[in-house]
């Protein structure tokens, strides 16, 4: 909501989609391999492709 055009929360999206790996490695107690990046990364793309859905239905109704 702080983001107040089209630009900003385009980048505020860009920002937030690469993992963080030092905050996964402390989440799964263990060294972070490719495979966790991978699926974390998938897994973040997929939420967002769900709001972004989420987003478009709202606004077409």
């Keep these: 909501q702080s983001a107040a055009t089209v630009r900003e929360r385009a980048a505020l999206v860009a920002?937030?989609?690469?993992?963080n790996r030092p905050h996964l490695q402390m989440r799964l107690g263990r060294p972070v391999t490719?495979?966790?990046?991978?699926?974390?990364?998938?897994?973040?793309l997929g939420a967002l492709a769900g709001w972004a859905w989420t987003k478009a239905v709202r606004r077409g109704r």
């Design 15 to 19: 920002r937030t989609i690469p993992v």
């Design 34 to 44: 490719r495979a966790d990046l991978w699926r974390e990364q998938r897994a973040r």
